[in-house]
């Protein structure tokens, strides 16, 4: 119904106009939140399991009867067409003993390939018969699965209540409870500790429900948010180094040179350590430098 959204946010807004005007305050969260909220999320996760477990084995004793019930006829059939295959493979596989008589081994592969016709024949029936088997079992199993689907929600939901009534809740692990609740009563019956305790008992058996999958993904949720918003507190706490420089060196005043020629400034004590001559190997750079010489006479 498109209106019934409409018509819960009326009612929360009645209710909660209603408590307000009876004085219920608002409640403050306990200290070291985060790490309670992840703590006790995970034991949850434990009675949530438990529960699973326990839903499992109480909804498989009530509905196995039924379900083999309706699954009788598929699986004797299913039997039947293994049975049958299986002599079909030891048919195929035997030999026809070895006949001196024409007419006698004539009529012995005859009556094998009749037997061979007859089984696969048999086996195409049955699975014939299983198919319409299982096409007729199909509403009993849809009718069932939906029983049974209902049925667990139901126990989960009971047993999430029983736990919770143990004094194993959500909420009052991570808010601060006034011990001195208001005078004012709801609707004359709860005032606003005895409130908060059974809307806490409902919201726990709720949760406890939905099965541990649905709490850890809060506890994982919970986590990654928490993560992300420290690595953004140390972001921005950290100080911002400096990266101006304070050296005192100087640029350089002119480019190296590619060689030492006779006279340039890379032929300067200074020079020559800065030059790409000295880049070059010993080698290369003795050749270069005997070349350039004049050829002194021969002794």
């Avoid at 299913?78 to 070895?98: F, T, Y």
């Avoid at 195409?124 to 009718?143: T, V």
């Avoid at 009052?172 to 001195?180: H, L, R, T």
């Avoid at 409130?195 to 949720?221: M, R």
Wanted: aromatic letters at 6%.
């Amino acid at each position: 119904m498109k209106i019934a959204p409409i018509i819960a946010v009326a009612m929360v807004a009645l209710i909660a106009a209603y408590a307000a005007s009876l004085g219920f305050g608002s409640l403050s969260f306990e200290d070291n939140l985060a790490e309670r909220v992840a703590s006790h999320l995970l034991a949850l996760t434990f009675f949530a399991l438990l529960i699973e477990r326990a839903v499992e084995v109480i909804v498989n004793n009530k509905f196995m009867a039924r379900e083999l019930s309706e699954n009788a006829a598929v699986v004797r059939l299913q039997r039947k067409c293994s049975i049958l295959q299986s002599a079909l493979d030891l048919e195929v596989q035997q030999p026809v003993p070895v006949m001196t008589d024409q007419n006698a081994l004539t009529t012995a592969n005859e009556a094998k390939n009749e037997n061979i016709h007859s089984l696969r024949t048999q086996i195409r029936e049955a699975k014939l018969a299983k198919i319409a088997a299982d096409q007729n079992a199909m509403p009993d199993r849809e009718k069932t699965s939906t029983e049974k689907a209902a049925f667990a929600a139901t126990t989960a939901t009971i047993l999430g209540g029983l736990v919770a009534l143990t004094g194993t809740t959500v909420l009052a692990e991570f808010v601060k409870v006034p011990q001195e609740a208001s005078g004012a009563h709801f609707l004359g019956i709860f005032n606003q500790l005895q409130c908060f305790v059974a809307v806490d008992i409902l919201f726990t058996a709720l949760i406890l429900a939905g099965g541990s999958e649905g709490i850890h993904q809060i506890v994982k949720g919970f986590l990654s948010a928490k993560d992300e918003f420290s690595l953004q507190t140390c972001a921005v706490s950290r100080p911002q180094s400096s990266i101006a420089s304070n050296s005192s060196m100087k640029p350089e005043i002119i480019d190296r040179p590619l060689s030492q020629n006779a006279g340039s400034e890379a032929s300067r004590p200074k020079g020559a350590r800065s030059s790409l001559w000295c880049l070059e190997p010993p080698a290369l750079s003795m050749s270069k430098y005997f070349s350039s010489k004049p050829s002194s006479p021969s002794a």
